[in-house]
């Protein structure tokens, strides 16, 4: 059984997650991260836990059962295309598969084995890469989301852990389908950064999107302009994390960590280096200890550039997660091993280098804006000045 401070959840199963081979979302990226930690002995096997299935029961929590069953006969191909498009699945965003219940009951589960160690006090932190899916709905599929991971877990943690759980979303989309499914329930909150979706799906993350109801405070979002460089983008995270967490003092910390704020990332338009994935982890580590006795579960998200940011990206959590500190190159026989297959050339550093694109025109209009966004978000929560 586990006896280090922190879990990798992890299985080569995790790849049934697969849409087709145009697809850009591509768990071959858990593989690379995996294969990164391995190769630098940052995990080792006593840190790995299989995940185990997520069961219908468990899914329901959040899922209408119809829709469960509409996933499982589609992954079975047995249902019809109508059908399938009411669920919203069978689009182009989010294509039918074979077995595709099983494989997101996996990712689902992967997540709730995180938890479990996690709030039964096994490890203090845990990662599942392979979950993060934070589109999903309660009834239908979306942006390459078919279970909702992540909103299973926090009805999960309150049921059986009676837990508060303050959810952090760093992917560059809006985190909507956990907001939407906590909207009215004052013991989650829910924290979105992400780039505004007046241009970007899936278009919600509105400032005035705060909760409804008994919840109504307890959701907040910061909407980031397009090409949002690493500076601004860090001042949003650092405040409202710290804001946030200082306002509702969680039991336990659940963060979403999409790879796709980078400049690099080719869904998305924000304009970001590998330096916000070093400081990322370090505050929401310290969060996690300040307010949480150190619960902190992390798992991964979008990310869309799968060779030379996600895997650096999410190894950084891991590191942080054991206090190892961050080498200056990435181990040349990982670059040696997968540069055969990668359509671009693999980095050799942690860090990104200067220059990697032109100056931003609008920088300094972008920085106020954010700025001003962030302001607002946090209004309600600050203490008033008369
Ligand atoms: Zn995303």
Known sequence: ?????????????????KFNNDHPFNQLRVEL????????????????????????????????????QAVELAGHGKLNEDEALNYGIG???????????????????????????????KVLHAANFGGGLHHGFRGKASGFCIYNDSSVAIRYMQEKYHARVLYIDTD???????????????NVCTLSIHETGRYLFPGTGNITERGAGKGYGYSFNIPLDAFTEDE???????????????????????TQNGADAHFYDPLTHLASTMSIYHEIPKIAHEIAHKYCNGRWIAVGGGGYDIWRVVPRAWSLIWLEMNNIPVPSNLPENWINQWQKQAPVTLPTKWHDSEGMYKPIPRKAEIEEKNALTVEKALHSIRPSKE
């Open 1 to 17: 059984m586990k006896s280090k401070d922190t879990a990798f959840i992890y299985s080569p199963l995790f790849q049934q997650y």
């Open 33 to 68: 991260t995996y294969d990164l930690l391995r190769k630098m002995n940052a995990v080792n096997d006593h840190d790995i836990v299989a995940p185990r299935m997520a069961t219908i029961d468990e899914l329901a929590l959040v899922h209408d059962r119809k829709y469960i």
């Open 91 to 121: 689009t182009e965003d989010t294509p039918i598969f074979s077995n595709m219940h099983e494989a997101s009951s996996l990712l689902v589960g992967g997540t709730l084995t995180a938890v479990d160690l996690v709030m039964e006090g």
């Open 172 to 186: 560059a989309h809006h985190g909507d389908g956990v907001q939407w499914t906590f909207y009215d329930d004052p």
């Open 232 to 254: 601004s983008w860090l001042h949003a995270y650092k405040t409202s994390i710290e804001e946030v967490a200082a306002f509702f003092k969680p039991d336990v910390i659940l």
